[in-house]
Each structure stands twice: as C-alpha cells, then as structure tokens.
C-alpha cells in the first residue's frame, strides 16, 4: 500500500505564487508516475502535471504550461507543484496522486490511470 500526502496551498491574490509538496509513504517504490490534479466543486477533476518518476518530459495541462513548474526527488518519491502567476482560475482543490503503471502520455491527465489518491489541499486566489 502506498499513502499520499499533500502539504502547502493556501489564498493568494492573482499574479502571486504558491508552492505545494507531495510525498508518498508505504511501498513508494511500486509507484512509476506522480500527478497532480485539481478540481472545483460541481465539476470534473482535472489533470495538471503529470511526471514519470524515471525519467522523461512532463506532460502538462495547457492552461499552465509555462507558470507552473515541477521539481522531483525521484528516489524519495517526492514532488513539488510551484505556481506563479496565478489566475482566480487557478482557485481549486489540489490533488496529489501516484500510479503504479505510468500510462501512455495521452493518458496520463486521466483519473483513471491512478491508483492512489491524496486528501488535497486547498487553493485559492483572489482577483
């Protein structure tokens, strides 16, 4: 079993920045990728960032390709989620999960190619 655990988030004002951290515990090294999603209440959960742990290009959402970042520590199964210029879009709970399989890149901003799941971590920004 793996568990996930998220840390950070909190209220800025648009264009600020926040960092929130990620990191598992349990058999970590079952797991392949890592991700981070994000949703709003009424709507689906979205893909952000997704990374395999071994190696390889992020593939990124769109929508913050470019403002956010990512920085790895592979061996621990750790991950940093950096924002910067953040939007009042950007306002949603921030989900950390892990996949024992990383799926194909096309795949991997899908739900449903994660097996373990954190409680998230709120993020709010204001205009």
């Known amino acids: 079993q793996v568990q996930v655990g998220e840390s950070g988030g909190g209220s800025m004002q648009a264009g600020g920045s926040l960092s929130l951290s990620c990191q598992l515990s349990g058999y970590i090294y079952s797991i392949n990728c890592m991700a981070w999603f994000r949703q709003v209440p009424g709507q689906e959960r979205e893909g952000v960032v997704s990374v395999d742990v071994h190696g390889g290009a992020a593939v990124w959402r769109g929508s913050v390709e470019g403002r956010f970042t990512i920085s790895q520590d592979n061996d621990k199964r750790m991950m940093s989620l950096q924002m910067t210029s953040l939007e009042p879009d950007d306002t949603a709970m921030y989900y950390c999960?892990?996949?024992?399989?990383?799926?194909?890149?096309?795949?991997?901003?899908?739900?449903?190619?994660?097996?373990?799941w954190g409680q998230g971590t709120q993020v709010t920004v204001s205009s």
């Open positions: 999960a892990a996949a024992m399989s990383c799926p194909f890149r096309r795949d991997r901003l899908r739900t449903t190619s994660y097996d373990y």
